[in-house]
């Protein structure tokens, strides 16, 4: 899943790689990092609600 950091990251560095730019193809691998740990933590952070739901769920299901 993308988010807007990754997009920006992947922007940034085509620009880098176009402009011979190498400060901003490294900003743009940042970027990007950042956006995958950022989709990781969503990701990660809705397994535990989902979890959290059904144990929840079968607590209370008398």
Do not use: C, P, Y
């Amino acid at each position: 899943m993308d988010n807007k950091d990754q997009a920006k990251g992947r922007i940034e560095q085509a620009i880098g790689d176009l402009t011979d730019d190498k400060d901003m193809k490294r900003r743009g691998k940042a970027d990007e990092r950042a956006g995958k740990v950022k989709a990781s933590i969503d990701d990660l952070s809705d397994k535990a609600h989902d979890l959290v739901d059904k144990a929840t769920a079968k607590l209370t299901k008398d």
